[in-house]
C-alpha cells in the first residue's frame, strides 16, 4: 500500500499529535512511530515526502526531516534514492487483527476521539450536550410507577418494546406519514441502523448514492462494508434532481442515502417539492431510499418541515425512514429507529437480532414515555441552541470577519468555507492553539470542500467566546505566513 498520495490518511493517524510536551520534531516522531507499532502505517508503505508532509502539517519541512531521521536511526523507515522512504520490513505490530479503521475511511479522527474522550482540547469533532430535564423525570416516574412490571418483562423485544414501536408509530402519522406498529423497528441509536442497513443491502463493488458533503460516520460504515460511494451535490433545497437522475442512470446504485431534514453538515431543509421529486426518481429507477432525521427534532419550528419523504411516496416504496433521541433527548439514550415497508422491517430485524437480541428495555420504556412530547422538549432545547448559534455568528463576525457561512436552516453547526486555505492544513495550526478542527474533507473525498469546516454550536456561551478567541488566534498565525495552497511558508 501506497500512502504517500493520501497525505489526508497519514494526517488523521497521527490525531492530536502537538499536544504533548516536547520538541516539535520528537512529537511528529512519536506519532508515527506510535501508528508503526500499532499496524495502521505497515511495513513496506511508503510515506509522504518530507516536503509535501511539512506542508499538510504546517511545520518546517527541517522538522520533518529530523522526525524522519530519528526513525530512521531508530529503525523504524528506511529511505532509498528514487522509492521514498517506506516502513520497514523489520517492524512487526503488536497485532494483526483487523484494527478498526476503514480503508479510504474519513472519519478516523472523530471516531477516535470518541474512544479516546474528553482532553484539555475543545473538540470540534462531536456536538455534545447534558440531558434534558425532562428525562430525569422520566426516569423517576418510570421507577415510581413501572420498573416493577418493566423487570417482570421477558426483556426480549428484538422488533422493539411494543409500547415504544406504538409510540414511533403515532409520531410519524401525526407528521403525515400514516404509520402501524410493525412498520417500526427499534435500535440501538441511529448509527446501528446505518450498520443494519448497510449488512442488508451492500455488497463489495455496489454503489450507494450520497449528498456530497455528508457525515462521514455513516459514510465510512457503507465503505466498510465495500460500496463504491457516488456522490451528488446540494443546492438551498437539497440534493440535486437533475445530477441524483443522472447518477441513478449510470451507476445503478442498490441505495440512496440522504439527509432530508437539517442536513449535516450544510443544515439545509430539504423542501417538500424537492422531497417528491426525490421519491419519484427512486420509484422510477427502482433505488432503495435511507432517509435520515437524526437532526428532525433540532428547530423551534417544527411546523416548518415538510413531511418524510416516505410521505411523498407509494406506500409499497422501498424507503427507510430513520429517527433518533439522541439530539433531542441526550446521546447518552441510545434510542433509534426505522420505519418502512413491513417486509423490509421484517427483513431488518432478523439482521437487528443476530447483532445484539434487542436493544435495552428500561432505555426503550424511558422513549416511549418521552416521545409523546418530544415536540415539546426539542422546541425548549433549539431555543437555547439557537441563542448559542446567535452568539457565535456574532463572534464570528466580529473576530474573523474573512470566514464564509450560509445561516443553516437548523442543526447544530455552521458550515464555514476559508477563504484560500485547506482546512486540514489551518486544523493542525489549530491544534497547537488548543482546538481539534474537522475538516471539509472528511465530509467529502472528491476535494469540492477541502476549504471548509464544520463549527458546531453546542458549547456552553464561555466555551464557545474562548473556541472563537483560539481559532482568531491560530487563524492569525497561519495568515502571517501565506495561504495555506502553493508553497506555504511554514510556520515552526
Not at 476549504?451 to 488566534?473: K, Q
Amino acid at each position: 500500500m501506497d500512502r504517500s498520495g493520501d497525505l489526508g490518511a497519514v494526517v488523521d493517524l497521527l490525531g492530536d499529535w502537538t499536544v504533548s510536551r516536547a520538541p516539535l520534531y520528537r512529537k511528529l516522531a512519536g506519532a508515527l512511530e506510535r501508528a508503526i507499532r500499532a499496524g495502521d502505517l505497515r511495513a513496506g508503505e511508503r510515506l509522504p515526502s518530507e516536503r509535501e508532509l511539512a506542508q499538510r502539517l504546517a511545520i518546517s519541512r527541517a522538522t520533518v526531516v529530523a522526525a524522519y531521521d530519528a526513525l530512521r536511526g531508530a529503525g523504524m523507515i528506511d529511505s532509498q534514492r528514487g522509492s521514498g522512504t517506506r516502513v520497514t520490513a523489520t517492524v512487526r505490530p503488536k497485532t494483526f487483527a483487523a484494527d478498526g479503521r476503514v480503508p479510504g475511511g474519513r472519519a478516523t479522527s472523530i471516531f477516535q476521539r470518541m474512544v479516546d474522550g474528553p482532553s484539555e482540547l475543545i473538540s470540534l469533532a462531536m456536538t455534545i450536550e447534558p440531558a434534558v430535564p425532562e428525562l430525569g423525570d422520566a426516569v423517576r416516574e418510570l421507577v415510581r410507577t413501572d420498573l416493577a412490571d418493566l423487570l417482570a418483562d421477558l426483556g426480549y423485544h428484538p422488533r422493539g418494546f411494543p409500547a415504544l414501536r406504538r409510540a414511533v408509530a403515532a409520531y410519524y402519522a401525526a407528521a403525515e406519514l400514516p404509520t402501524a406498529a410493525d412498520q417500526v423497528l427499534v435500535t440501538t441509536g441511529a448509527q446501528q441502523v446505518m450498520g443494519l442497513v448497510a449488512q442488508m443491502y451492500l455488497r463489495p463493488g455496489c454503489a450507494v448514492i450520497v449528498e456530497t458533503p455528508s457525515w462521514p460516520g455513516f459514510l465510512d460504515l457503507f465503505r466498510a462494508a465495500g460500496a463504491r460511494l457516488v456522490g451528488v451535490p446540494l443546492d438551498d433545497e437539497g440534493i440535486r434532481p437533475d445530477l441524483l437522475a443522472q447518477a441513478f442512470a449510470e451507476h445503478q446504485p442498490v441505495l440512496l442515502y440522504v439527509m432530508p431534514t437539517y442536513h449535516n453538515p450544510t443544515g439545509t431543509l430539504m423542501s417538500a417539492a424537492r422531497r417528491k421529486q426525490v421519491a419519484d426518481l427512486c420509484v422510477r429507477f427502482n433505488v432503495p431510499l435511507l432517509e435520515d432525521h437524526a437532526y428532525a427534532t433540532s428547530s423551534s419550528d417544527s411546523g416548518s418541515v415538510p413531511p418524510p419523504i416516505a410521505a411523498f411516496a407509494p406506500p409499497a416504496a422501498e424507503v427507510l425512514t430513520v429517527g433518533s433521541l439522541a439530539k433531542a433527548v441526550w446521546a447518552g439514550l441510545r434510542i433509534g429507529w426505522a420505519r418502512g415497508p413491513g417486509e423490509i422491517i421484517e427483513r431488518l430485524a432478523r439482521y437487528k437480532v443476530r447483532a445484539d437480541l434487542g436493544t435495552p428495555v428500561l432505555d426503550q420504556a424511558l422513549a416511549a414515555r418521552l416521545l409523546p412530547d418530544i415536540g415539546e422538549i426539542a422546541r425548549a432545547r433549539a431555543g437555547a441552541l439557537q441563542a448559542r448559534m446567535d452568539h457565535l455568528r456574532e463572534l464570528l463576525t466580529e473576530h474573523l470577519p474573512s470566514w464564509r457561512w450560509r445561516t443553516p436552516d437548523g442543526g447544530s453547526a455552521l458550515w464555514i468555507e476559508l477563504p484560500d486555505t485547506n482546512a486540514q492544513v489551518f486544523a493542525q495550526v489549530a491544534l497547537r492553539h488548543g482546538v481539534e478542527v474537522v475538516a471539509g474533507s472528511t465530509t467529502d473525498p472528491t476535494g469540492a470542500h477541502d476549504n471548509y469546516l464544520r463549527l458546531p454550536c453546542s458549547f456552553p456561551i464561555d466555551v464557545l467566546t474562548e473556541l472563537v478567541a483560539r481559532l482568531s488566534r491560530a487563524w492569525l498565525e497561519l495568515q502571517r505566513h501565506g495561504p495555506a495552497t502553493g508553497l506555504m511558508q511554514p510556520i515552526i
